[in-house]
């Protein structure tokens, strides 16, 4: 539980509102009971990803990992930068020797998941 107890103290994920939808979930469809201490919570929050990622069927692991992509996604990524944020940081790179270019991603998050699981 090394892990639970680092994302704990780090990010303080245990009252996040995802960790406390998975143990509802636990509790109401599996019929478990999950200890209230903030290493289970984020361990049960964690297993959550662990059952999807290892779904035998293919077609419900990819369901479920475009599902969290898309919640990631909404969460984490910002779809539009203002004009003045590229061009402040071209600026930056410039000052700095790095040339003007706006770095840019050319695969998208996580889509490593999407790797047939015999591959992970």
Do not use: C, W
Request: zero cysteines.
């Amino acid at each position: 539980m090394e892990g639970e107890r680092f994302l704990k103290q780090k990010f303080n994920l245990q009252k996040a509102p995802e960790v406390q939808s998975a143990e509802r979930r636990a509790r109401v469809l599996k019929g478990e009971k999950v200890e209230q201490t903030a290493e289970a919570q984020i361990e049960n929050y964690l297993s959550r990803f662990q059952e999807i990622v290892d779904r035998p069927d293919e077609n419900e692991r990819e369901r479920g990992l475009n599902a969290i992509k898309k919640i990631l996604h909404t969460v984490h990524v910002i779809d539009f930068l203002p004009e003045e944020h590229i061009e402040l940081t071209r600026r930056i790179a410039r000052e700095q020797g790095r040339g003007g270019r706006y770095p840019k991603i050319k695969t998208p998050f996580l889509s490593y998941l999407m790797i047939p699981h015999t591959a992970l």
